[in-house]
């Protein structure tokens, strides 16, 4: 987590620093800092809080002129979130300033010798450690600054980015990246460094994206420099081009990005599936498919790893491939898995789902599942992410960049990925009829509207909203495809409106949560007509007359829940096994209506970081 910037070059590096860290907020916002040299010395400032914290006392403390800046927001690890904490840190001369994404392990016993040859340290952070070695380092060894990072940086253990550069030197950054991301961008005679590309997308449109275990000098006016850490080999730059846009990353005129990202989904869902899918043809075409097809068509089990939301998705398509593919799947918190001693075996293909493509449990998962020998494919949002280099082969849900820290439109991409290639797979195995196929296909190219269609009820989402907001716990209820959606809905909930909720199978119900219905619990009820709706009808009854407050998510025209529950929301019918596509909408709609008129923070909830790239 934490986001990283810097920028080196002719143009004044204040604004552009500062305008990436904004950028780069939904990394980490527990604390901020710029350093800046000005042509004379380093000017340093650093503060709890957010990067408009950081803003307010940038313009009153110091004058912002120079053309070589590095910046950090922070999502805390090591040391409380505080001033001293916070990044720019610097050496102990006060030569070297540094900025730091990820965690030196073993920072302890680093710090220990350092302490033991005069150093002192001011934090309690990793980071400090790290840039009073490289000045060790530096003194003594008597050798450059990129020399010294590759030194110091071959006798930590742990994850970096990092960007560092030596007032002594001005003309030059190092920057190196070990398990967390780096970009480089490359303009006229400027250099950009940032944890991702949005916040020089206005500058340039070729970038480098740093490989694991490499690192790069940047000089003003100079070539890049591109070395492997651990044995010095020279690398030739990759320059590529971006496919980010402005408009993408901006707030469109909505109050948050994450409405905006929910109102986005009837494009996302069809720009994941556009040049994919010729539903009047009965065509699916996918790369990483179609070149691995007999790998898929052949295993024997596949294993879904994801966190959070993405592992939502990963249930959602454990039902999907199950019923369409009648393949075993199974569904593992990359977490867990990493530490397990799972069984996997050759004809395993593993499936790694990560919006950010960067979180840190799902890497160690597919290292450890391509190490004992299984295929893995990756579906991944960001283009060109440590997951997607990672995987053998894989599919980028083109859902276009998410930010706010609460995942919307990822869910519904990585399920309409998914679902493409459970549908290829049945079609190709035969476990579905050729009638069939096409008439999935027909309905998935209809999704996109249905969706538009669920987002029109938002206008009595609100009222539902206001009736439950000061609720201390929900309850989600679903069943079958509608089972994750419950979960998905309650991790939604709890996230930005810091209301407890959980989520459940319907008939679990009375397997122990019954006891706690009463008349002050919401319960939010996925009933559409064919996700075993008749059951669900009955846990209803048991909920009704337990005196707890149903919300049902029911489909168009429905008439028995009506009937039973204090509120209902409508959604569009749909084929089963599509459904979570649509009965998430609601649920996305009802917990950021909540958290609005609870005023807290949506895109930016405390304690989270979009990309969660520390175990
Ligand atoms: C919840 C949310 C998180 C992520 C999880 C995995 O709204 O965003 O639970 O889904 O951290 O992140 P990715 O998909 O980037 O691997």
Request: charged letters at 25%; glycine letters at 8%; proline letters at 3%.
């Amino acid at each position: 987590m934490c986001g990283i910037v810097g920028y080196i070059g002719h143009r004044e590096a204040y604004p552009i620093v500062l305008k990436g860290l904004k950028r780069l907020e939904y990394r980490g916002y527990d604390s901020a800092g710029i350093a800046l040299y000005d042509g004379e010395k380093i000017k340093l400032s650093k503060t709890k809080g957010k990067v408009a914290d950081l803003e307010e006392r940038l313009e009153k403390e110091i004058s912002t002129n120079g053309t070589i800046a590095i910046g950090h927001t922070r999502w805390a690890t090591h040391g409380v979130p505080n001033d001293v904490n916070s990044h720019p840190h610097y050496s102990n001369s006060g030569d070297l300033v540094i900025i730091h994404n990820g965690i030196i392990e073993n920072y302890d016993s680093l710090r220990k010798e350092l302490e033991k040859r005069g150093y002192t340290f001011t934090s309690d952070t990793d980071t400090e450690v790290l840039v009073n070695l490289i000045e060790d380092v530096q003194i003594n060894e008597k050798v450059k600054l990129g020399k010294a990072v590759q030194i110091a940086l071959n006798q930590t253990i742990g994850a970096y980015a990092i960007a560092v550069f030596d007032i002594k030197k001005p003309n030059e950054i190092v920057v190196a990246r070990l398990g967390s991301p780096l970009a480089i961008g490359i303009g006229e005679d400027e250099f950009f460094i940032a944890s991702d590309a949005s916040p020089f997308i206005e500058y340039t449109n070729n970038a480098i994206y740093l490989e694991d275990g490499e690192m790069a000098v940047v000089r003003r006016g100079k070539e890049i420099k591109i070395r492997k850490i651990k044995n010095d080999r020279k690398v030739a730059p990759y320059i590529q081009e971006l496919q980010l846009n402005l408009e993408q990353i901006e707030k469109g005129g909505y109050d948050h990005f994450m409405m905006k990202e929910i109102y986005e989904q009837p494009d996302a869902i069809s720009d994941t599936y556009r040049g994919r899918m010729l539903a009047a043809e009965g065509i699916i075409k996918m790369a990483g498919v179609d070149d691995n097809l007999a790998k898929l068509l052949n295993a024997k089990r596949i294993i879904i790893i994801a966190c959070g939301t993405s592992w939502h998705a990963g249930l959602v398509a454990e039902y999907i491939f199950e019923e369409l593919v009648r393949l075993p799947v199974e569904v593992e918190y990359a977490s867990e898995f990493r530490y397990r001693n799972p069984v996997i075996h050759q004809d395993d293909v593993v499936i790694a789902i990560s919006q950010s493509g960067e979180t840190a449990d799902t890497m160690a998962a597919i290292k450890m599942a391509k190490e004992q020998g299984a295929f893995v494919f990756g579906v991944c949002n960001v283009v060109g992410s440590s997951i997607s280099r990672e995987t053998h082969a894989g599919a980028y849900t083109h859902a276009g960049p998410e930010i706010g820290v609460a995942s919307t439109k990822a869910f519904t991409t990585q399920i309409t990925v998914l679902a493409l290639i459970a549908l290829k797979l049945a079609e190709r195995k035969g476990t579905i009829s050729n009638s069939e196929f096409y008439s999935y296909l027909q309905e998935l190219e209809r999704i996109p509207a249905k969706v538009k269609k669920a987002l029109t009820y938002n206008d009595q989402i609100i009222p539902i909203a206001k009736a439950y907001k000061d609720a201390k716990n929900f309850l989600y209820l679903g069943r079958g495809f509608n089972f994750p959606v419950a979960l998905e809905g309650a991790l939604k909930l709890k996230e930005i409106s810091y209301i407890h909720a959980e989520g459940y199978p319907a008939a679990e119900m009375k397997h122990g949560p019954i006891a706690l219905i009463d008349e002050h619990m919401p319960v939010v009820v996925i009933a559409t007509k064919k996700g075993h709706y008749d059951k669900v009808v009955s846990n209803i009854q048991e909920i009704k007359s337990r005196k707890g407050k149903i919300i049902g998510i029911v489909t168009e025209g429905d008439v028995t829940v009506r009937e039973l529950a204090d509120h209902v929301i409508e959604i569009p019918e749909t084929e089963e096994f599509l459904m979570p596509l649509l009965s998430t909408i609601p649920l996305q709609l009802l917990s950021y209506h909540i958290a609005v008129l609870l005023d807290k923070n949506v895109d930016q909830p405390r304690n989270l970081a979009k990309s969660v790239t520390v175990e």
